[in-house]
């Protein structure tokens, strides 16, 4: 059974150094816990204390945010000293310049039909079946295919970049009013609503929203300093990354028509885009 009453000394050491943010060696650590060996520390450091540390250079440490939810002896003791677990991932942040956001609006009511329609685009066998609709030439000029590759190569790498490019989107719910008729005066719209009409009307609005990074990315390992956040550490591009135009063909082709698809019928469907362009697009229904 390990020695409770060593580890309590470590522990008494990391409240401390993590209320000042002291830099400290693993030395140090060693001097507050005179009892343990050479081989005790480099367990105990190992197993369990180096993974509520934040590397600072030079074989210095200060305690990091991963052990604020262990800052008392008893949560320390049964989550911490009493078995190995991971208590933070080794994080690689990836900075992307460019990116496209779609977002749709629409009524409520058409919820359930569009994740229906959009959950279909999960599956390979639906997305080769859209392919082949759009037809193998539209295809071949938006995505070329490369030397001496056949149609079922060909095909496969289109579904896995389009797997790469599109893992899933998200739904939220606004609240929200509208006005129903012409701008009227109080009086006027106490007429309308004699006869039943509403003149403004409360509705519920989903919005689909779908997120594509561009381009390549910055990466940076783990630990992450303040500096990595500064401006002058981002790219700038003259031009857009070479897939931000097949990715949004792709889109139009395969996501904007299942939509349209699904909640044909409604008087306007809006989509706005944003990123590295800012537009709105809307689809009416006007008389011929």
Known sequence: ???????????????????SQDLFTKADLRAAVPEWSNSSLNTYWSKQIKR????????????????????NWQSFKKNIASQVRRIYSDYTSLTYDNLIIYEFYMPLTNEG????????????????????????????????????????????????????????????????RFRANDLATMNDVAE???????YLIDETTAVVRFIFPCGGAIRRKTPISGADFEDEEYRTYDSEPDDASIIRWFFRVLFVQSILQVVNGEDEIWMVESGMRTRLHIWRIEDD
Not at 52 to 69: D, H, N, Q, T, W
Request: charged share 25%.
């Open 1 to 19: 059974m390990p020695d409770s009453r060593t580890q309590q000394k470590a522990f008494q050491f990391l409240p401390r150094h993590f209320q």
């Open 52 to 71: 509520l540390l934040a590397p600072a250079g030079r074989g210095k440490f200060r305690v990091s945010e991963a052990f604020r939810p262990y800052s």
């Open 113 to 176: 039909h569009l994740r229906t329609a959009l959950d279909a685009l999960f599956y390979k066998d639906t997305i080769l079946g859209r392919l082949k609709t759009i037809g193998h030439e539209t295809v071949l000029k938006h995505f070329p295919i490369q030397s001496e590759e056949s149609e079922s190569a060909y095909l496969n790498r289109v579904c896995e970049w389009i797997s790469s490019q599109f893992g899933g989107y998200s739904i939220s719910h606004v609240n929200g």
């Open 192 to 198: 309308i609503q004699k006869v039943g009409e509403k």
